[in-house]
């Protein structure tokens, strides 16, 4: 089967670093990404790791660990625009870009 | 800018009726994608395509079909409308390594 696992909801304050966690299990693995979706609008590409470690993009991190089946999105110096929902989805072909999808981890951010 | 356009960003049918939600995409991808967003459930595949006239179901293809004439558009089509099909739908148009979405239809079924 095909089972990915993040959190539903956090809270975080401005400023602060928060780490959002994805575990999965699917049939295959070509790569792992992050998108943000704030409320009513598309959800938009954070990162993409396929090997395994860190790739850091400005305040946002993911990394990521093939053999646990466990990535983290990490976001720095938080603004109250990070309020969104961050969905983490994982390619299992190599010959398409099809995505499965958790269902998201709501962040807020408070002042 | 890679630019990804659906029809309408919100529909409202009445139930038993045929629905059509239209995706264009520029970028000459050859994937293409509709998934729903449901609360809970997060998205969720409905049917891909990897070329012109080429389909493949995804995970929930009951109640929906889909047509690409051209590699530039892909339809979903609600062949009898019903309440449960009330949602979110998102379009997504492929490039390694990235899938690009549209701002999304929200269609109600009255």
């Known amino acids: 089967g095909q089972n990915i696992d993040q959190p539903t909801e956090m809270t975080a304050t401005e400023g602060a670093i928060v780490q959002i966690n994805c575990t999965y299990q699917t049939s295959g693995f070509n790569g792992l990404f992050w998108y943000q979706q704030h409320a009513g609008e598309a959800p938009t590409f954070l990162s993409y790791n396929v090997l395994d470690g860190l790739e850091e993009k400005g305040r946002f991190s993911s990394f990521l660990s093939r053999s646990k089946g466990y990535s983290y999105l990490l976001l720095k110096e938080l603004q109250m625009k990070d309020s969104a929902s961050y969905l983490c989805a994982v390619r299992g072909s190599y010959n398409t870009d099809k995505l499965i999808f958790g269902t998201g981890t709501r962040l807020q951010v408070f002042p | 800018d890679v630019k990804v356009t659906q029809s309408s960003r919100y529909l409202v049918k009445r139930t038993g009726e045929k629905v059509f939600l239209e995706c264009v995409q520029d970028?000459?991808?050859?994937?293409m994608f509709w998934y729903r967003q449901d609360p809970g459930l997060g998205l969720r595949l409905i049917y891909f395509s990897y070329d012109v006239k080429m389909k493949e179901k995804g995970d929930i293809p009951e109640g929906y079909s889909v047509s690409r004439e051209k590699k530039e558009r892909f339809s979903l089509i609600l062949e009898s409308a019903s309440t449960n099909q009330t949602s979110m739908y998102l379009c997504?148009?492929?490039?390694?390594?990235?899938?690009?979405f549209g701002q999304g239809t929200r269609l109600t079924v009255v």
């Open positions: 970028m000459d991808h050859e994937n």
């Open positions: 997504a148009s492929g490039l390694k390594p990235e899938a690009f």
